[in-house]
């Protein structure tokens, strides 16, 4: 019974399309039905696109204060330790600190002014414990390290385990057997946090499309 219903649906569906074709009329018909495919393949994919790759960066800026202590020369003389750390998002916000590194989104930058350092540089080794408050900001507890093992070396430390009874910021240059550095302790310096939304390339020339479609399906209507 239900192969008799589909044949006959079939028929009906053959003898409309003859009817159409004899009046001139079946090339609109394609024409629609492919502008309306488009146009909803279109509105799918951008709606798809913006509601699932819209990733929110979460950016938080440190800087340091003015170093006060130095050893053998003057290399980080009116220096201070400057980072940026981005998140793609905050980590469930457990008590204490948080190994960062391996989160999603994860980068560190850190300067001294002279030198820079990233953790994805090659050679440098990182280390990122960080304690988070409970709107995302960062806690009065922290520990980030950039270390430059090839010569000549160099290292930029933030730590702040009990602000600001226990902190430092501290940068260090080894050139061969000398050691300069810079630090400034019991003082730590000002985290804050700003979220970004990342846009997605795609999604304005998805909605460009749909709405391209849209605008050829209504001209060849009227036409």
Excluded at 138 to 165: E, K, M, N, Q, R
Excluded at 200 to 217: D, I, M, Q, S
């Amino acid at each position: 019974m239900l192969f008799l219903r589909g044949v006959y649906r079939w028929h009906a569906i053959c003898f409309h399309c003859r009817y159409l074709i004899r009046r001139g009329k079946m090339e609109k018909v394609f024409s629609n039905i492919f502008c309306r495919a488009a146009l909803a393949l279109s509105i799918f994919l951008a709606s798809a696109v913006t509601s699932t790759a819209a990733n929110a960066n979460y950016v938080y800026t440190y800087t340091g204060n003015v170093f006060t202590l130095f050893q053998n020369g003057t290399e980080f003389t009116n220096s201070r330790v400057t980072a940026i750390m981005t998140l793609d998002a905050l980590p469930s916000l457990p008590s204490g600190l948080v190994d960062v590194t391996g989160l999603s989104g994860f980068s560190l930058t850190m300067t001294s002014g002279a030198h820079t350092l990233s953790n994805s540089s090659p050679n440098v080794t990182t280390r990122a414990n960080i304690s988070f408050l409970a709107d995302g900001n960062i806690g009065p507890h922290w520990w980030l390290t950039l270390d430059d093992y090839l010569p000549p070396l160099y290292s930029l430390t933030l730590w702040s385990l009990s602000a600001p009874t226990t902190s430092s910021d501290f940068a260090a240059y080894y050139n061969g057997p000398d050691l300069q550095d810079g630090y400034i302790d019991y003082s730590p310096g000002e985290w804050r946090m700003e979220y970004r939304a990342v846009p997605v390339p795609h999604t304005a020339a998805l909605l460009a499309l749909a709405l391209a479609g849209l605008g050829f399906g209504r001209r060849k209507r009227i036409g």
